[in-house]
T-cell receptor, first 113, second 113 residues
Framework: GQSLEQPSEVTAVEGAIVQINCTYQTSGFYGLSWYQQHDGGAPTFLSYNALDGLEETGRFSSFLSRSDSYGYLLLQELQMKDSASYFCAVRDRRYSSASKIIFGSGTRLSIRP | DTEVTQTPKHLVMGMTNKKSLKCEQHMGHRAMYWYKQKAKKPPELMFVYSYEKLSINESVPSRFSPECPNSSLLNLHLHALQPEDSALYLC????????????FGSGTQLSVL
C-alpha cells in the first residue's frame, strides 16, 4: 500500500521561511509531487522530484531523499497569499496503464502578518 | 489554454434526482480523472480515463457513472445519491501515459439533501 504523512498544520510569519515535511511508505516509488490548494480553489501542481536533491522554482523549493523516504517543500519570503493547503503526492506503482496519484493528508499553512 | 473547466460550480440535488457534472479541457491531454474531496481532506481518486477508455475505477458505487464522450470531455452522471456523497468533485487532466502532473478544474461543490 501507499501512505504519506505530513503535519496537519503549520503557522509562519510573513517574510519568513517554512518547511513542510512529507514521509512516505510505498510499494515502489517513482517520485514525489507537491500541490497547493487555496480554500475553495483547485489543487495546483507545484513541483516533482524523481531524483535525490533540491529543485528550486522561484520562492519554492522541493527536496527528496529516496533512501530516507522523505521529502519537503520549502517556501521562502512567505507572503499572505501562500496561506493554503499543501499536499505531497505519489503515483501508485501498481497501475501501468494510467496514473493513480495518491495525496497525503495535507498541511494547512497559515501566514501571520 | 491551460484550463480545465467544470460545470456547474455548485449543485444541490435531492436523493431521487439525476444530474450530471461536466468537465472540459483543450490542452490535448488524453488522460482525465474524477476526484472527490471532503472538507479538510485530500482529494480521493474515483475514476481515470486514458485515451477515452476507463482505466481505473476505485470501487466507486454505481450511483456514480462516468462517461468520456471524446478526448476533451468528461462527465459524471449522478443518480440516487446519499447525503454522505456531498463533497467537492474535482476533474483533472494530464498528458497521456504515466504522468505526475495533474491539471485540476475548480470543482463542483455538491450538496445532497
Amino acid at each position: 500500500g501507499q501512505s504519506l504523512e505530513q503535519p496537519s498544520e503549520v503557522t509562519a510569519v510573513e517574510g519568513a521561511i517554512v518547511q513542510i515535511n512529507c514521509t512516505y511508505q510505498t510499494s515502489g516509488f517513482y517520485g514525489l509531487s507537491w500541490y497547493q490548494q487555496h480554500d475553495g480553489g483547485a489543487p495546483t501542481f507545484l513541483s516533482y522530484n524523481a531524483l535525490d536533491g533540491l529543485e528550486e522554482t522561484g520562492r519554492f523549493s522541493s527536496f527528496l531523499s529516496r533512501s530516507d523516504s522523505y521529502g519537503y517543500l520549502l517556501l521562502q519570503e512567505l507572503q499572505m497569499k501562500d496561506s493554503a493547503s499543501y499536499f505531497c503526492a505519489v503515483r501508485d506503482r501498481r497501475y501501468s496503464s494510467a496514473s493513480k496519484i495518491i495525496f497525503g493528508s495535507g498541511t494547512r499553512l497559515s501566514i501571520r502578518p | 489554454d491551460t484550463e480545465v473547466t467544470q460545470t456547474p460550480k455548485h449543485l444541490v440535488m435531492g436523493m431521487t434526482n439525476k444530474k450530471s457534472l461536466k468537465c472540459e479541457q483543450h490542452m490535448g491531454h488524453r488522460a482525465m480523472y474524477w476526484y472527490k474531496q471532503k472538507a479538510k481532506k485530500p482529494p480521493e481518486l474515483m475514476f481515470v480515463y486514458s485515451y477515452e477508455k476507463l482505466s481505473i475505477n476505485e470501487s466507486v458505487p454505481s450511483r456514480f457513472s462516468p462517461e468520456c464522450p471524446n478526448s476533451s470531455l468528461l462527465n459524471l452522471h449522478l443518480h440516487a445519491l446519499q447525503p454522505e456523497d456531498s463533497a467537492l468533485y474535482l476533474c483533472a487532466s494530464s498528458q497521456a501515459g504515466l504522468n505526475e502532473k495533474l491539471f485540476f478544474g475548480s470543482g463542483t461543490q455538491l450538496s445532497v439533501l
